[in-house]
Structure formats: structure tokens, C-alpha cells
DNA sequence: ACTTGTGAAGATATTCACAGCG
DNA sequence: CGCTGTGAATATCTTCACAAGT
């Protein structure tokens, strides 16, 4: 291509790896944490397990943002609290708006940690005109008729979609076309968006699954330590009423 | 601290790395959905686009778990969901308690995705005792003094905590404790557990702050002809890049 | 001394590209 | 042919270990 944008990878951040980018809120909020202490500065080393990571991790990610730290001393905590909220975006207000208010959108709704740092619910919206009128976390839920309208006068670019699965698709249809270019997914769907829009998605099924994974792996080791005669592995496994279920068909294709 | 998990097995079949299994869950949804309108056999290249994937990664983690496919012909769709199922643990019943029944709580006990696949939520519990007795999601709510008891009658090794954060930390104390060995984490705040127990952390927050991120750089790229202010000289290294056309389309700003 | 910042090494993850098999 | 399975190449992420500052 000779002319017209730099062709840039839309998921390649400045400079920033990804993974370092995902820590960050990590970090800022052991650092809030200990500016609320009124703690002056802080060791790579205290940082890190604050945050639950290893130091040298914790370094090689500042180091990304530039040297913030003094030698010898460690951070400045206020100081590093500014930095990483700038690269983080979180000096200005980001409206967002909720899509679905059933429980999960009311919970979040009412998650302090929304407001807390600089992001500001600015609508909810919800498809069932029962709902229209009514308060929750304090904010009159809006029907969705009114989605475009909303996401424009209110300039917001962050939707967060926890409406059920099926309705998933549409409603980030319309987030997008109205202009939103964000959007956090609760709906266990894969969400299908143009260039440009970013998507991250929370599946709590997942993550149940991926712990049900090594768990299992947990019961195999110890049944295996135990040689299989031994009653102790079978004390610490499921038990008692299995359910109904019956979910899988014991299919075996040759 | 040192999670010892260096140890390679020596046999090949068990060694699945941490990145596939994580997107195990993903085929297995998109299986599903496949399975209940009864497709027969599916393409990496289809199942691949109905989880979100590209092929080559999928058939490099279904090669991890065999060879589970027919050459020319594709994966046979019950097949594979048996398989996968096996491989996460599903085909058999995790009793699972929620600690917090706040809106979070409740939003989780009604959550569907949970009991549809070998999840089974054996107890719902909160430490106010306004909550002991009443009915979430069709189960009674009991009191935070009964953990113990509640998880080792029902053989409970997952548990999810959906407490305010100032709690989590003992909770997850005492679930251990009881004999819980994987937690999964919605309360904002690190938890320190002995070896051999696995947290998982959801993060609304930190998801939200992820975003911004990128939003930040989309509207900074928008207006990217007065830049000064980079600490970081985006030192490029090899970048041939390839265009990898085909995939990459330009897009609009809207 | 003490702790940061960082090249270099090592470990994982992703993608390529094609041999091999139905 | 078409599509899987996989070694090899690449890219990304983590950890090591120590030079460079304060």
C-alpha cells in the first residue's frame, strides 16, 4: 500500500504489551491502596505482592511506561498512581451504558468499583417495558427503543452487554452502529463486530469449566499417588445425591 | 509462593498447556450449539469461526488432546463433545457453593450456564442472618456458620466467592479449610492460598480499565499529528510485515 | 547498600505451511 | 481433491541475573 494509514495491528498497543496492559489495573489498585495508607513509596518487591505477581514481572512492566521509580528506593506511590491512571485512561470520564438489567446488569450496576474510578454509568437499558421507569442502583433503567438516543447525547463509547445470550448479537449491533466502540460481553455468545471495535468477554461458565479442569487433574494426581487402593482419594471428591443430569451421551464412534 | 508446577510429565498425552484448555470450554459451547441442531460433522475452518478462533489454533489444541478428526471430512461434532467434556471433567457433578448472596450472588445462582453443564450449585450462603431462609434462585439461603458442615456433607471443592472484598480473604480461609481446593474469585482483591489450591479472579473492573485503554488510543490515534509527549520510543524491531491481507479490512472511523 | 531497569535466556503461545491420509 | 495433524518458524511473555544508578 503507498498511501493512506499506516497499516497497524488494531489489537497492538503502543508500545505496551498486552499482557502488561492487562496488570495495570492490578497494580493501581494495590497502589490506591496504599495511598489511602498514606504510605509514600513502595519496593518492586512490596508492590508485587501486593498485586500478587512476581517483582521482576512487576519491573520489567513499569519499565514499559517509562522509569518511574528511584534506585535504591522504589516508587513513588502518588506519583505512580497518576502515571498508570493516565496510560490507563482513567483521568477522564468514560460514560458507559448496561444493556439487560436483569440481576447480573443490576449488580453491576451497583458495583462501586464502576464509579470508583472514573467510569460513570450513564444509562440502563433494558428491552422489557416493565422495566422502563424503574429504579435500580439508583438510575431510572430506560427502554431500548431509546438505545441510539441515549449512547449519542450521552457520548458514550463503553457498552456492556448482560442481556440474555440469544439477543446478544443485536443489541451490539446496535451499541455499535449508535457509535459505541467498546464492549464488555456477560452473554456466553461470541459477539461478531467490525474492525475497530474491541470486545472482551466474562464467561463465568468458563471459568467454573477451567477449575473443574484441574481439579479433576488434582483427583487423578492423588488417586495416582495412592495407588488406587487406598481410600483417601475418594474422601475428596463429589459425592452424595448425584442429580439428575445425565447430560452426555456415552457416544463411541469407532 | 513458588507454585512448584515445573514438573513435566514424562508422557506426552497429559501434558495440555494452559492456553488450550482455556478455550476448550469455547469449542464445547459451540459443539453444543452444533449437537442441538443436529450437524453431524463440522471443519476446523466452521468450528474455528463458530468459537471465535482461527483454525490453525484449534487444530493445534485438538491435536493435544488426539486425533480426534477424519482427514477430508472434518470432526464428528458428539464425538468431540464427549471428548472435550471428558477432558474438562463435566461428565461428572461439581457441587459448587456461592458465598455473598448479595446481587452478585444472586445473579450467579440464577445463571443458567451453570447447572447445564455438570455444575450444580449445593448451597448458596451469606453471613447476614436477615438472608438465612430465604429462597435465591429456588434455594434456601443459609448462614455462614454452617460452611463447614454444608461443604464437607456435600464433598463441595469449588466454591465462589461473591463477597464485599473486606471479607473475601477470610472466607476463602475457611473454605479451604472445610477442603475446598478451587475458588473462583469475584471479589476485587488479591487472595493468598496455600499451594495446591487454585483461585480464578473475575475482575469487572479490571475489564472496564482494559478497555479504556484501548479506547484511549483509538481516539489519540484519530487526532495523532501533534504528538509529542511518548516517553516511549517505539523502537521497531523486525518488521517485515507481511501483509497479511485477506482478513484485514479497512474500516471507517465512524 | 539497596533497588531499579533491562539485555539475554528461557518458556509459552500462535501461526505457517505442507506432508499425509481419507 | 479437502481437511487434519504437526514440525518448524515466529511472536509473545516470563524469568534471570547483573550493571547502573542513588
Known sequence: MATGRTHRPATRSRGIPEATVARLPLYLRALTALSERSVPTVSSEELAAAAGVNSAKLRKDFSYLGSYGTRGVGYDVEYLVYQISRELGLTQDWPVVIVGIGNLGAA???????????????????????????????????????????????????????TPPG???????????????????????????????????VDLSIE????????????????????????VAATRKQSADKGPDGDVPAVMPA
Chains 1, 2 share one sequence.
Open 108 to 162: 453491576l450496576a451497583n458495583y462501586g468499583g464502576f464509579a470508583s474510578r472514573g467510569f460513570r454509568v450513564a444509562a440502563l437499558i433494558d428491552a422489557d417495558p416493565e422495566m422502563a421507569g424503574k429504579q435500580v442502583a439508583g438510575i431510572t433503567v430506560q427502554h431500548s427503543d431509546d438505545m441510539e438516543r441515549i449512547i449519542e447525547e450521552n457520548g458514550v463509547s463503553i457498552g456492556v452487554i448482560t
Open 167 to 201: 439477543v446478544a448479537q443485536q443489541v451490539c449491533e446496535r451499541l455499535v452502529a449508535a457509535g459505541v466502540t467498546s464492549i464488555l460481553n456477560f452473554a456466553p455468545t461470541v459477539l461478531s463486530v467490525p474492525d475497530g471495535v474491541d470486545v472482551r468477554k
Open 208 to 231: 467454573l469449566q477451567i477449575l473443574a479442569f484441574h481439579e479433576q487433574r488434582k483427583a487423578g494426581e492423588e488417586a495416582a499417588l495412592t495407588d488406587g487402593s487406598s481410600p
